[in-house]
């Protein structure tokens, strides 16, 4: 019997390229499921959707991740924000200086 976990849901605002051309994301949502396609039994599933034109849900990719998988790509994330974050605040700490 399937477990399926709990959807966690979240505002995106930005873009994403696809093979017919960049969209504007609407929202994603992140859940623990069986896989469709993945190697691995279960896992964690990452939606990222977009406004309409590809069905009800608007899903425009979803990918299908075992638990290491996941939590690289988390990690990568807040790795990369953390950087970019420290660098705009060193870049406004310059101009308020000036």
Not at 25 to 41: M, N
Not at 44 to 61: C, F, N, P, T, Y
Request: charged share 30%.
């Amino acid at each position: 019997m399937c477990e399926f976990g709990q959807v966690t849901k979240v505002s995106l605002q930005g873009s994403g390229k696809s093979g017919v051309g960049w969209f504007k994301l609407k929202d994603g949502q992140v859940y623990h499921d069986h896989f469709y396609k993945a190697d691995a039994a279960e896992g964690i599933v990452v939606d990222v959707l977009k406004d309409g034109e590809l069905g009800e849900l608007g899903v425009h990719v979803s990918l299908e991740l075992d638990n290491a998988s996941a939590r690289a790509l988390a990690e990568a994330i807040l790795t990369t924000v953390d950087t970019l974050e420290a660098k705009q605040a060193e870049t406004e700490r310059r101009l308020a200086a000036r």
